[in-house]
């Protein structure tokens, strides 16, 4: 009987350690693969493993570490969608407001005055305006996106993802 107890007391103290290990080991490998978000003076960055890297729309390392999980990437990419969307629209934006004030200012500039011209300088103003302030939601939709795709990435680094990164093709 006491070699029973014995056995028992010398198994739960292995599967105990074992337990106790296997935990550490997520920790610091969470604590490594994990990234998030932080706004730097230059745009959005995301940390991962104490080291800041910068996001960008093109040719971006985050692109590389959205693909160790499959639902996480699809996220990612529809976040890539509605900021090149962003971009094209505030693109076009600025490029009809600077169009249509410095046609403004030119017409103002000659002692002619036509104001049927000068109107339709600054309604090209105004439409650029308002494309620029049409692509606030799409901000925002942006923003969203990409927070639900880190946090499926570092779900799944939790789940079932060892450190020897599988990424998708």
């Known amino acids: 009987m006491q070699k029973l107890q014995l056995w028992l007391i ?3 103290l292995i599967f105990s350690i074992t337990y ?3 935990q550490n080991t997520i920790k610091k490998n969470y ?3 994990a990234i998030y978000l932080r706004m730097g003076f230059w745009g959005q960055k995301y940390i991962k493993n104490g080291k800041s890297y910068p996001i960008r729309i093109f040719n971006d390392k985050l692109d590389n570490e959205m693909k160790i999980s499959r639902t996480a990437y ?3 990419k529809k976040y890539k969608i509605n900021k090149k969307i962003i971009l094209a629209g505030n693109l076009i934006g600025l490029g009809l407001a600077v169009y249509g004030e410095y046609n403004a200012i030119k017409l103002l500039s000659k002692n002619q005055w036509d104001e049927k011209l000068f109107n339709k300088f600054t309604n090209f103003t ?3 305006m308002g494309t620029i302030m049409i692509t606030i939601p799409f901000q925002y ?3 969203n996106r990409l ?4 946090w499926l990435r570092n779900r799944d680094i939790l789940n079932h993802i060892p450190s020897s990164h599988r990424r998708i093709k």
């Open 10 to 12: 010398v198994y739960f």
């Open 20 to 22: 106790i290990n296997s």
């Open 31 to 33: 604590e490594k693969e």
């Open 74 to 76: 699809k996220e990612y």
């Open 126 to 128: 105004l439409i650029g």
């Open 141 to 143: 939709f942006a923003y």
């Open 147 to 150: 927070q639900k795709a880190i």
